[in-house]
């Protein structure tokens, strides 16, 4: 198994990933009705995939905050959540800052013949490597209901940050848990 950045070719085989971990367990809650678009959403900066013999296994993107709560949580925890009274300006300045240093782990699948072998460990390491040489700090937010990936980010070192409830489709929601990467 090889894990690499994510290039174009691979939007088929990673389309057809994502619809199978779907399939299977439900997961991503979004994003099925189109695929190829989710996937290469405009707000992906990197994006890596795990490869067997040729096939699409695994994926996973470094995001730009687009006003995730596991963005505000951290900001809140670090002293960066602003003043009482602050006019939007300095709010945007602030938030805009904390957007140059923090990006969001998302869109991490793995179908279930790759599972067992470390594919989700190499490609949130590989994303994690990445935000390191960028200076940047993870966050992400899981569905509480997804036991195996919240055990990969504890192993893994990420230190829960509070509660949060993942908003979806039409209306619907689900709780969620919040994380951030360990520095350094």
């Known amino acids: 198994m090889t894990v690499r950045p994510f290039e174009a070719a691979d939007l088929p085989g990673a389309a057809r990933a994502l619809i199978e971990v779907y399939e299977t367990d439900g997961y991503p809650v979004e994003g099925v009705d189109d695929p190829e678009a989710w996937l290469r959403s405009e707000h992906v ?51 805009n800052e904390v957007d140059a240093r923090v990006a969001v782990l998302a869109r991490l ?30 966050v992400l937010d899981v569905m509480a209901k997804d036991a195996a990936a919240i055990r990969l980010y504890e192993r893994l070192g990420w230190r829960r940050t509070g509660e949060c409830t993942h908003h979806f489709g039409a209306g619907r929601s689900t709780p969620a848990l919040c994380f951030v990467a360990p520095e350094g």
């Open 109 to 138: 699948f793995v179908i279930d013949a790759a599972r067992g072998r470390a594919t989700g460990r190499r490609l949130v390491e590989a994303a994690m490597d990445h935000a390191r040489a960028h200076g940047l700090r993870l």
């Open 45 to 95: 900066s990197a994006a890596w995939v795990a490869e067997t013999g040729g096939d699409v296994v695994g994926h996973v993107a470094i995001m730009r905050p687009q006003g995730e709560d596991a963005v505000s949580l951290w900001a809140g925890q670090n002293g960066e959540d602003g003043e009482d009274g602050e006019d939007r300006e300095d709010r945007e300045d602030r938030e």
